[in-house]
């Protein structure tokens, strides 16, 4: 009996190799099959004002869903170059996401030979979800005889490059924004370069530019004070505080769509599994109506989509703003 404990014994104890390995996998394999987050999860945010602003919104929303601290880390500048290469460069695990806004989709098309991390919209991201957009008004100081779009335009090709529009840094969204204007209308405006959008803004309010295409938010009030006047709001949405102001369609511009849209991404990579959770949380934030109050104070609205919806709308407003940085022949230096 003894020799066959003996035996027993010395057949059930483990070898020093079989301990090791045995600790190994036991700390390795829970943690993989436990569920997402298992820590904080960093969002970036590459660029002020209401991007910021939404993104912090978000991110205290997004917590408690998640049961992990989301951190707000502002990277700002450089046009958002700087957070778009901080977030290609993270770990696909889902522990670092972005908050992307057309910048995301525009410099590529700026700086075509640069190779720079965070370049390559289309394939060094995964588009989460869109969470809403904020939308642009044309919008004109009140010395301008026009009080609609086509008389905008009407005026602006009887006298070919009188007309002034004011916008941003060369390459910046405003910018483009007027570039489009020009190409769709089929007019000649003298595009006049402030240090940012917000001071062209101010620029238009003093007289000293004729058309500027700003945030709802930001011209709201100047147009409710009379110190500006607005033409049409350029979305397919009205904005509520802008009563009786005609989307861009009604007022004969259905192309002339520019909003500063939100999409939640992940470094190209990150599990599918991670995504759709993200997904389903940020779409419920979407959804509460705090949120929806807060978007609207901005002048935007929310979305609710799919990761791939996402994704293919970040695919059309790439393609949509390479067309006019390219028919424009805009050129900017690093």
């Known amino acids: 009996m003894k020799s066959l404990l003996a035996r027993t014994a010395a057949i059930s104890a483990p070898s020093a190799t079989q301990v090791f390995f045995a600790t190994v996998l036991a700390s390795v394999l829970p943690a993989a099959a436990q569920p997402y987050p298992q820590k904080a999860v960093r969002l970036i945010l590459p660029y002020a004002g209401s991007t910021e602003f939404a993104g912090r919104w978000i991110a205290a929303k997004l917590s408690p869903a998640l049961g992990q601290q989301v951190v707000v880390d502002p990277r700002l500048g450089a046009g958002g170059k700087i957070g778009h290469e901080l977030a ?25 030979q640069s190779k720079q991390p965070g370049m390559d919209a289309l394939n060094e991201f995964a588009p989460v979800a869109m969470l809403g957009a904020i939308p642009s008004v044309l919008a004109v100081h009140p010395s301008v005889p026009a009080r609609s779009v086509q008389e ?39 595009l006049v370069p402030y240090k940012g959008a917000t001071f062209a803004l101010v620029g238009a309010m003093s007289g000293e530019v004729d058309v500027v295409i700003p945030a709802a938010s930001a011209v709201e009030p100047y147009v409710k004070d009379k110190r500006m006047r607005a033409l049409a709001v350029l979305h397919t949405r009205p904005v509520a505080a802008l009563p009786g102001v005609p989307l861009a369609a009604e007022a004969g511009m259905p192309r002339l769509l520019i909003v500063n849209w939100f999409v939640l991404a992940a470094p190209a990579g990150t599990p599918r599994a991670v995504i759709e959770r993200l997904n389903t949380e940020v779409n419920k934030v979407m959804q509460l109506a705090e949120t929806q109050k807060q978007f609207a104070v901005l002048g935007g609205n929310v979305a609710v989509t799919a990761p791939e919806q996402a994704g293919a709308f970040v695919r059309e407003e790439f393609e949509r703003w390479g067309r006019v940085i390219r028919e424009a022949n805009i050129r900017v230096t690093e």
């Open 88 to 112: 290609a460069r993270a770990a696909p695990d889902g522990y670092t996401l972005m908050l992307a806004a057309p910048p995301l989709v525009i410099n590529p098309h700026l700086y075509p």
């Open 152 to 190: 905008l335009v009407a005026l602006a090709k009887k006298s070919p490059g009188k007309l002034t529009y004011g916008s941003g840094a060369p390459g910046s969204p405003s910018h483009l924004a007027g570039e489009l204007l020009k190409s769709l209308a089929g007019i000649n405006i003298l």
